[in-house]
T-cell receptor, first 113, second 112 residues
Framework: DVKVTQSSRYLVKRTGEKVFLECVQDMDHENMFWYRQDPGLGLRLIYFSYDVKMKEKGDIPEGYSVSREKKERFSLILESASTNQTSMYLC????????????FGEGSWLTVV | AQSVTQPDIHITVSEGASLELRCNYSYGATPYLFWYVQSPGQGLQLLLKYFSGDTLVQGIKGFEAEFKRSQSSFNLRKPSVHWSDAAEYFCAVDSDGNKLVFGAGTILRVKS
């Protein structure tokens, strides 16, 4: 069974803290993605990666960075958390190519106080 | 730029009634279209997807969707809704190499 695992389901962090959200997939997928989900806005793409050490900005990269040192792991980093980054974060992975199924993790709820 | 519109934020249907969730997209070429479902507190699960060919696509859990190019629509349907179908539903288009563009979502409530 395919699996995208987000190790932290619920986090509460203080403004200004550095936050790491970890994501691991066990399907040997080249593509990995980080989305942010907010009510009424759907999912918006933050960053994506098509290969190890490769990263590209999505639609809303400001305030975020990513790291992909190994194929199976894709980390989202909030360098200095702010309250407007309180949200649900979803990691996803897929094989390369149009139309391939994208598999999602269960999400990480981040609250910044 | 590609975009997806789900006109209905909330929909309430009675258990056993039929369901149609609307989705309109804006995309220049032949679209790759998806419907995902998200149960409360969970990630997204793929219901079905369309690439080409037969415009009526069957998915899991008894769902189907019809692609209508002339209307730029990809509406999701189910003939008889069950209480367990209560969830949020997202329509999405593959804009560029698996980068999905999502609609804002439709929350489905099922009343018994």
């Amino acid at each position: 069974d395919v699996k995208v695992t987000q190790s932290s389901r619920y986090l509460v962090k203080r403004t200004g803290e550095k936050v790491f959200l970890e994501c691991v997939q066990d399907m040997d997928h080249e593509n990995m993605f980080w989305y942010r989900q907010d009510p009424g806005l759907g999912l918006r793409l933050i960053y994506f990666s098509y290969d190890v050490k490769m990263k590209e900005k999505g639609d809303i990269p400001e305030g975020y960075s990513v790291s992909r040192e190994k194929k199976e792991r894709f980390s989202l980093i909030l360098e200095s958390a702010s309250t407007n980054q309180t949200s649900m974060y979803l990691c996803a992975s897929s094989l390369p190519g149009f139309g391939n199924t994208i598999y999602f993790g269960e999400g990480s709820w981040l609250t910044v106080v | 730029a590609q975009s997806v519109t789900q006109p209905d934020i909330h929909i309430t249907v009675s258990e056993g009634a039929s369901l149609e969730l609307r989705c309109n997209y804006s995309y220049g070429a032949t679209p790759y279209l998806f419907w995902y479902v998200q149960s409360p507190g969970q990630g997204l699960q793929l219901l079905l997807k369309y690439f080409s060919g037969d415009t009526l696509v069957q998915g899991i859990k008894g769902f189907e969707a019809e692609f209508k190019r002339s209307q730029s629509s990809f509406n999701l349907r189910k003939p008889s809704v069950h209480w367990s179908d209560a969830a949020e539903y997202f329509c999405a288009v593959d804009s560029d190499g698996n980068k999905l563009v999502f609609g804002a979502g439709t929350i489905l409530r099922v009343k018994s």
